[in-house]
Every structure is written in C-alpha cells, then in structure tokens.
C-alpha cells in the first residue's frame, strides 16, 4: 500500500495561524488596546431578507409529507440552474441550463475539475494566488508554471507566447490583489489559450464586485471563450453564503478536447462523486436571483464597498500605492517604508492595533505587498484608517 505522495510535497501553510497566534498574543500583552481585523476573508452581513424566507419555506416543505424532497439532480434543480440562466441573460450572455452544475461552493468544484485533465499537463497559475489552485494541482503532481503578476504589470499578467500551458488559472476580480481584467485582456488570454488549446479555469467568485460598467465579470463576454473556458462562481460573497454552501460552475457544451466534450464529462464526474447541493440551500441560492433579493444583496455588498473606499481613499492620501479597492472587497498595497509584509503587519498591529494580511502569504511576488478587506465592520474601518493615518512617519 502506497499513500499518495504528493501530498508530502506541499507547504504547509502558517499563514492564518501565524495571524491569529500573532494577535493572540498581542492582546494578551494588551489587554486594553481594542484590535480591529481588516484581514478577513470571510464576510461579515447577514443573510439577506428574502434569503432567509425562502430557507424558512423550504424547511416548511421538508416537513410535510406532501412537499418533502430526497435525492434531487445532482447537478441543481432546474429552478435554480433557470435563475442562473436568466442573472447571465442580464449580461447578454446565453447559457443552456445543461451547462450550469449547482456544487456547495467554488473550492470544491475547483479541486474537483481537475479529475477531468491529465496530471502529465502544465498548469499556468499566478504569484500572488488563491492558494488552492497550487495545492490542489500539487495534490495531483502536476507541473506548475508561475506566472507573475507584479506592480510593473498592476497584478495582471498577460501571456507569454514563449510558454506553453494546458491549464490556465485567472481570477477577476482578483484575491488577494483586486485587480480586474479588462475586456481586452481575458481576449488575449482566450486567443492564447485556443493557440495553446489549454483549456482556462476562470474563477468569478468576486463578479458582483464589479461596479464599473464595461469591466467584464464573465468570461463568457469575451467571443470564443466558450471553446476555451470553464467558469466557477459562488454565493459566499455574493450573498453571504460562506457558511450555507452553494456555488456553480459553467461547462459550455463547445468546449471540447482530444475531440471530446468536458461537458458530459463533468456530467459524469459530479453524478458519481456528487450527491447535490440540499434543496433548501437550493431555494435560498435561488431567491438570491429574485428581484428582491438582487436588491437586498446589492445593498450588502454596497456597505462593503463604502468600507473599501475608505481604505483606497486613505491610501490615495497617505500616497501609499495599492490596487483593488473599487471593483472588489480586496485592497492590496504596497508595504511603505520598504518593510516586508511581515514587518509591516507587525507595525501595524504594534501600532495601530490593526490586523491585516501579509502578502508573502499568497506567493513569492507577494512579499513587500499587504491585503486589506472591506468585509469588516464599517464604524471600524474608518476607525482603522484613522489610526493607520496617525502612525505615518
Ligand atoms: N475563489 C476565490 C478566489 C476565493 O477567494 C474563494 C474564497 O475565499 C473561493 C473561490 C471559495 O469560494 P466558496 O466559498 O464558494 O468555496
């Protein structure tokens, strides 16, 4: 009996236990000062209003013999893959309900697409990252090739046409920098990967973000990427889903490989493996979509945005260099005073009481750059920039 090796090769990661032993200690030491988080990741709001009815209504069913659900589809209940249909419709983009597969979250779904590639391919992933598109592939031992996203290139790459790769990762909105691709960009990502007949792994998690008109949040807008991509979104932070569980991933019937289609094969994957997303987390991420609940999430995300503006506008003034801010909850900046991420987040906690994100923890190219989130409270925030504005030498 062998284990699966590759787990032995991946890093372990101390980044968000280093953190919380860091703060830890620190309020031990000062148990008056009041620390204020602007490192989460996690949101913050309730779920909305229309949101919580629904769930109250599906449990309602779930108890009543006549309206009681078992097994659905695993793939979603129609119902809610025809809501998705319509929220892309908005955008001018036309989906089949077949290509959309409901999953409890994009993680998963991003771990598990990779049963459908062969671990002999190459994978393009960016520095800094989400750091589960390493892991996973490292999981699977595939080979990685790092693309480097930096301040010359404001975190977004573009492609090299001296490197060849099979599997491509890009996020936009972007965690942990923020950045956004425009329209042109993801077309030269799309023209490289159909000459590269590499297939794109396009994480959306953060398209609600998007306020800017013409920025794309799909990269379905670009002509053609349905033969090269396979799309993920989430609810998490959308819609404060984070902890209910529900996402989906977009598998469009032109995207073929090796003269076969992914579709059927994901298809395949999920009822195998997959036993679907409960009905009442079902109907809660459906009412998300409704009319009301369009307009109660984008509320909730407008209070997250205020409290990013906040940060970027304190930047702005401070001259401190950072990109994100007002297409996503993520502000990365750049360390001032030339301190690396650890240093500076040890500043900032010593003298501000402010905690965020060390950069270097998401990448080589993260090293000397700092993540802030809007995701905190908003009396708080303006609490945290007030006093990051008071420590400036
Ligand atoms: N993709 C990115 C870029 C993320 O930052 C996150 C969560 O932080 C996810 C995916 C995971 O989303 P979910 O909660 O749907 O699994």
């Not at 329209?183 to 799309?190: A, F, I, S």
Request: with cysteine; proline share 5%; glycine share 8%.
């Amino acid at each position: 009996m062998r284990i699966n090796q590759n787990y032995l090769k991946l890093e372990e990661s101390y980044l968000f236990s280093t953190i919380a032993k860091k703060v830890a200690d620190f309020q031990q030491r000062n148990p008056d000062k009041e620390v204020i988080r602007l490192g989460i990741g996690d949101v913050t709001l309730p779920l909305c209003d229309a949101v919580v009815r629904e769930i109250h209504g599906a449990v309602e069913e779930m108890g009543n013999q006549e309206t009681f659900h078992g097994y659905g589809p695993e793939q979603g209940y129609p119902f809610l893959k025809s809501a998705i249909v319509s929220y892309y419709a908005q955008r001018q983009i036309d989906l089949q309900p077949e290509e959309i597969f409901v999953s409890d979250g994009a993680k998963s779904d991003l771990g598990n697409i990779l049963d459908l590639f062969d671990t002999e391919n190459t994978v393009l992933i960016p520095d800094p990252v989400y750091p589960v598109y390493v892991d996973t592939n490292v999981m699977a031992g595939r080979s990685i090739v790092y693309l480097n996203a930096n301040q010359e290139n404001s975190f977004l790459p573009m492609p090299d046409p001296r490197v060849r790769a099979d599997l491509i990762y890009l996020c936009s909105p972007n965690n942990p920098t923020g950045a956004v691709y425009r329209k042109e960009q993801l077309r030269n990502w799309v023209d490289y990967a159909k000459d590269c007949g590499a297939v794109i792994l396009f994480d959306a998690a953060y398209e609600a973000f998007v306020q800017e008109s013409g920025l794309p949040r799909s990269i379905y807008e670009v002509e053609g990427a349905r033969e090269c991509a396979i799309e993920f979104c989430s609810l998490s932070k959308t819609a404060g889903f984070t902890g209910v569980r529900c996402g989906y991933t977009i598998v469009p019937r032109e995207l073929k490989r090796q003269n076969v289609a992914l579709n059927p094969l994901w298809l395949r994957r999920q009822t195998t493996k997959f036993n679907g997303v409960p009905y009442i987390v079902q109907r809660g991420a459906a009412a998300v979509f409704s009319r009301k609940g369009m307009a109660q999430i984008k509320s909730n995300i407008a209070y997250y945005q205020r409290n990013a503006k906040i940060i970027a506008d304190s930047l702005s003034d401070l001259g401190i260099w950072y990109t994100g801010g007002t297409n996503s909850p993520y502000i990365w900046l750049k360390c001032p005073g030339g301190r690396t991420s650890w240093e500076y987040f040890d500043y900032l906690l010593h003298r501000a009481n402010v905690v965020g994100t060390p950069g270097a923890g998401f990448g080589k190219n993260g090293e000397g750059f700092f993540r802030l989130t809007s995701f905190g409270d908003y009396e708080k925030t303006k609490e945290a920039m007030r006093r990051i504005r008071q420590i400036v030498e």
